[in-house]
Structures are given as C-alpha cells and as structure tokens.
C-alpha cells in the first residue's frame, strides 16, 4: 500500500517561499493525479493544486501565480513551490494520490498525514 510522507513546511516571513515534497513509500502509477489541499483551523479542507497523469496543472484562485505544482515519477515525489506566501496561506498542507485501476476496477486514494506551513505577518 501506498504511504504518502510530507515534509518542507515551517514558519516563514509574508513574502517568503517554501517547497513542500510528497514522497511515496510505495510507487505511484503515472496514472494517478496528485494533488495538494490545506485545511486552516476552523475551516475545510480545500483543493490547492493538483497536477494530472498528462501534466495538466489546476490552481485555487487563491494561489495561482504564487504557487506552482509539479512532479517527478522517477521518485515517486510531488512538489509544491510556494512563493510570495501570505499570512492566508497558513494552514496544515495534505499530499494526496488518486486514481483508477482498470486491473481491480476500482479507485486508489492516498493521503499524506500533513505539514505545517505558518506565514507570518
């Protein structure tokens, strides 16, 4: 089973960038869409980015033109470039995998356990 880790977030400056990774433990099919949400106390978790089997990127209003999505299935990574951060862009940030196996016919999803990402004022 596919195990999603995260890792790269912190505390930064308004302004400032990070790079968050999603590595999996398991191989990820070039099939599967990944993608990056992120919840902030008291809200719901909401789609950030999400980058297709074809390479098709998606983008929250919210960060397009800030933050950029991208993959590299040689390592099984994700990442997510996040640049000109924003207070509102604090929130913890989840990594996750779908997609559909024509084998089993059924679909996949993984989730990440999350990283903190805190921008400060």
């Known amino acids: 089973q596919v195990q999603l880790v995260e890792s790269g977030g912190g505390l930064v400056q308004a302004g400032g960038s990070l790079r968050l990774s999603c590595a999996a433990s398991?191989?990820?099919?070039?099939?599967?869409?990944m993608a990056w949400y992120r919840q902030a106390p008291g809200k719901q978790c909401d789609l950030v980015a999400a980058?297709?089997?074809?390479?098709?990127?998606n983008y929250a209003d919210s960060v397009k033109g800030r933050f950029t999505i991208s993959r590299d299935n040689a390592k099984n990574t994700v990442y997510l470039q996040m640049n000109s951060l924003k207070p509102e862009d604090t929130a913890i940030y989840y990594c996750?995998?779908?997609?559909?196996?024509?084998?089993?016919?059924?679909?996949?999803?993984?989730w990440g356990q999350g990283t903190q990402v805190t921008v400060s004022s």
């Open positions: 980058v297709s089997s074809s390479g098709s990127t």
């Open positions: 996750k995998s779908a997609y559909w196996s024509s084998t089993y016919h059924r679909a996949y999803e993984y």
């Open positions: 398991g191989s990820i099919p070039s099939i599967a869409a």
